[in-house]
């Protein structure tokens, strides 16, 4: 019996592909763009020097300030540039910081946005921001916020090193992973989701023995395409929103965050999602998928306890406060206590628990 459901598809073009970059002069001319400003994170300068170099005289510059959860103060500063140098579209080459400050600038100009991801975590494909101010990460939706073109070429990826390409997947997985327990999912989100899932699992051990295995990347870059869609189509519960706290509050790095409180978060509601964890066995092959995510992070060499990201003890209180600040839906019931404990196991990097509630 298929559940009731109602889809939204998101708008937006698609171009994926080995070489797809050499289609951003075309891509430009669709949106009829004059003065494109390029951006990055420092020390990204040199790659988006190449995809500048396409656009020719169209190009107006690098701006390499993204930072990751995206400082309203580095914004205000961009947002001087586009002004002066009459931007009038918007060039985001790297990962979900430089993503982020793109989309930032994009909510407050509605100029146009092409994105060409370097990194797995799926900011491409949402109408959703997620901007730092005085240690609060604040979420903010729009259309304006959704990128026009989003370019998938697996080239611009094959710098990434290994076991940053390993936390990034595991982003990726986690859209999956809260997709197939979402209160919205639907028939085609949970195929993008059990798919993308698969995808990323079976290319992260040969990324990880050989970082420019072409094959293997391109299938990590199809899985993450999907499981953006998921983020984009679904929406997100427990795990997400401890990331998002974790990462306002303590300025965690969002990535690894996601890899080690993962499979707590999905053993947690694995109990109120038995169809969701059957897709995911099947998926990763495994019949305990939170033991199965969190064995497969210890294989790539990523943190196991929030401890060694820099949290400290005395900080998991107030996390698990500011966690269970604002309701929001999740399969199992949560509060205060509850988010106390699965930050501490986090905390520790214990094995992945349902944790009696
Ligand atoms: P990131 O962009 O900071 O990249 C992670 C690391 O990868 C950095 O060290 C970066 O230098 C490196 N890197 C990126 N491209 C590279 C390349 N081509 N070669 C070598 N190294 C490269 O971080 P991220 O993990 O991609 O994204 C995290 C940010 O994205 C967070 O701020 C998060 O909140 C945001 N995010 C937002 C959404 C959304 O829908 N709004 C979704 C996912 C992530």
């Not at 990751?68 to 790297?94: F, I, N, Q, S, Y």
């Not at 990034?168 to 986690?174: L, Q």
């Not at 795990?239 to 790095?253: A, D, N, S, V």
């Amino acid at each position: 019996m298929i559940d009731s459901f109602a889809f939204e598809t998101a708008p937006g073009r698609v171009v994926f592909g080995r070489g797809a970059l050499s289609r951003l002069p075309e891509e430009v001319e669709r949106l009829r763009a004059e003065h494109v400003l390029v951006l990055a994170t420092a020390g990204r300068a040199e790659q988006c020097a190449a995809a500048a170099a396409l656009l020719g005289s169209r190009s107006v510059g690098i701006l390499a300030e993204a930072r990751m959860h995206t400082p309203v103060e580095v914004t205000e500063r961009a947002l001087v540039t586009v002004a002066e140098r009459k931007v009038d579209c918007l060039l985001a080459v790297g990962g979900g910081s430089t993503v982020g400050l793109d989309k930032a600038i994009a909510l407050r100009t509605d100029l146009p946005q092409i994105v060409v991801p370097t990194t797995y975590a799926g900011s491409e494909m949402t109408d959703v921001v997620g901007e730092t101010s005085g240690g609060v990460k604040t979420t903010k939706r729009s259309p304006r916020i959704r990128p026009e073109v989003v370019v998938y070429d697996v080239d611009v990826t094959l710098s990434v090193p290994p076991r940053t390409t390993a936390a990034s997947c595991f982003n990726a997985i986690a859209h999956a992973v809260e997709a197939l327990y979402a209160k919205d999912s639907n028939p085609l989100t949970s195929l993008m989701a059990e798919e993308g899932a698969r995808s990323l699992v079976s290319a992260l051990p040969s990324i990880m023995q050989d970082p420019l295995d072409i094959p293997a990347r391109s299938e990590a870059l199809y899985g993450a395409w999907l499981c953006a869609c998921c983020l984009a189509s679904a929406g997100m519960a427990l795990h997400h929103k401890l990331c998002h706290t974790l990462g306002g509050l303590l300025g965690l790095p969002h990535a690894e965050t996601h890899a080690i409180l993962l499979p707590h978060a999905l053993a947690y509601n694995a109990p109120a999602a038995p169809r969701a964890v059957d897709r995911l066995s099947r998926a990763l092959g495994a019949p305990d998928p939170a033991v199965a995510l969190q064995d497969l992070a210890g294989r790539c060499g990523l943190p196991m306890a929030l401890g060694e990201l820099g949290m400290r003890e005395s900080d998991l209180d107030r996390a698990a406060d500011l966690g269970s600040a604002n309701a929001y839906w999740n399969p199992r019931p949560i509060d205060k206590h509850v988010l106390k404990l699965l930050l501490t196991r986090a905390f520790r990097g214990d094995r992945p628990d349902r944790l009696a509630n």
